[in-house]
């Protein structure tokens, strides 16, 4: 979107973001949510000023580049070689994103040497989970423990591929009613490196959203969110739906 001083009038710059692209979002949405997503689309703001009015669409079309591009990008060597580190995603313009949690998130689990600790309320992004499942069958001395919202668990999502996995133990939880989730974002490295935000492991969240995390090696802290995991995967309440057993 570009903003015209002198007209007083906004425009939207053209981009790569095709129909067909457009259309596999809508898909995608449609699969996270199991709504239409007409339901979610803003009705067109009309915006006033002294020229004319100009009707826009608010919905927001982000450029669109590669896995591999987004993972060049990040200057990863800087960020792990800190004690913690803010990251963030603008989905402006991905190629401009030296702190885009994702890269950091897989260049954890190939650190990993003993076991992986991931909590997510969603985890619907083929790419994200190929690296992280390919990663586990050529460990398999790695353990994932795993713990997912119970809608995720519910469809048949790219997670279920890890769950197969012979070194993956499972916790699927839901809230404490009909209206509520789990809904944590926290990944685990041998007890020793964490990231934490707002981020989901999703195709939105790598591409279209704004999200932030932050990342750390700070052991007292760790300490807390270990044992935090703890409670979250050993959970024997009511509202566990699967335990950590082998999940058929």
Same mark, same amino acid.
């Given at each position: 979107?570009?903003?015209?001083?002198?007209?007083?009038?906004?425009?939207?710059?053209?981009?790569?973001?095709?129909?067909?692209?457009?259309?596999?979002? %809508?898909? %995608?949405? %449609?699969?996270?949510?199991?709504?239409?997503?007409?339901?979610?689309?803003?009705?067109?703001?009309?915006?006033?000023?002294?020229?004319?009015?100009?009707?826009?669409?608010?919905?927001?079309?982000?450029?669109?580049?590669?896995?591999?591009?987004?993972?060049?990008?990040?200057?990863?060597?800087?960020?792990?070689?800190?004690?913690?580190?803010?990251?963030?995603?603008?989905?402006?313009?991905?190629?401009?994103?030296?702190?885009?949690?994702?890269?950091?998130?897989?260049?954890?689990?190939?650190?990993?040497?003993?076991?992986?600790?991931?909590?997510?309320?969603?985890?619907?992004?083929?790419?994200?989970?190929?690296?992280?499942?390919? !990663?586990?069958?050529?460990?398999?001395?790695?353990?994932?423990?795993?713990?997912?919202?119970?809608?995720?668990?519910?469809?048949?999502?790219? /997670?279920? @591929?890890?769950?197969?996995?012979?070194?993956?133990?499972?916790? /699927?939880?839901?809230?404490?009613?009909?209206?509520?989730?789990?809904?944590?974002?926290?990944?685990?490295?041998?007890?020793?490196?964490?990231?934490?935000?707002?981020?989901?492991?999703?195709? !939105?969240?790598?591409?279209?959203?704004?999200?932030?995390?932050?990342?750390?090696? @700070?052991?007292?802290?760790?300490?807390?969110?270990?044992?935090?995991?703890?409670?979250?995967?050993?959970?024997?309440?009511?509202?566990?739906?699967?335990?950590?057993?082998?999940?058929?």
């Amino acid at each position: 979107r570009r903003f015209l001083d002198d007209k007083k009038e906004y425009l939207y710059e053209k981009n790569d973001y095709t129909d067909q692209k457009r259309s596999i979002d %809508e898909l %995608e949405l %449609e699969g996270i949510v199991d709504e239409d997503p007409d339901f979610f689309r803003t009705p067109n703001i009309r915006l006033f000023s002294s020229s004319k009015t100009q009707e826009i669409r608010p919905r927001f079309e982000p450029i669109r580049i590669s896995d591999a591009e987004l993972m060049k990008n990040v200057a990863l060597p800087s960020i792990l070689n800190r004690e913690s580190c803010f990251l963030y995603i603008n989905p402006s313009d991905p190629r401009n994103a030296p702190y885009h949690p994702l890269p950091v998130i897989l260049s954890l689990v190939k650190l990993s040497k003993k076991v992986i600790k991931m909590v997510y309320y969603l985890m619907t992004d083929e790419s994200t989970i190929a690296v992280i499942y390919n !990663y586990l069958k050529k460990g398999s001395d790695i353990e994932l423990q795993l713990v997912i919202n119970e809608t995720v668990y519910e469809r048949k999502e790219p /997670v279920h @591929d890890l769950c197969e996995l012979p070194n993956v133990k499972l916790t /699927v939880l839901r809230g404490r009613d009909e209206h509520g989730i789990m809904h944590n974002k926290i990944l685990i490295v041998d007890d020793v490196f964490m990231v934490s935000g707002s981020n989901n492991l999703t195709h !939105y969240a790598k591409y279209h959203n704004f999200e932030s995390c932050i990342y750390t090696r @700070d052991q007292t802290l760790l300490k807390s969110v270990v044992d935090y995991f703890k409670n979250l995967f050993l959970e024997k309440k009511l509202w566990v739906v699967r335990d950590h057993k082998k999940v058929e």
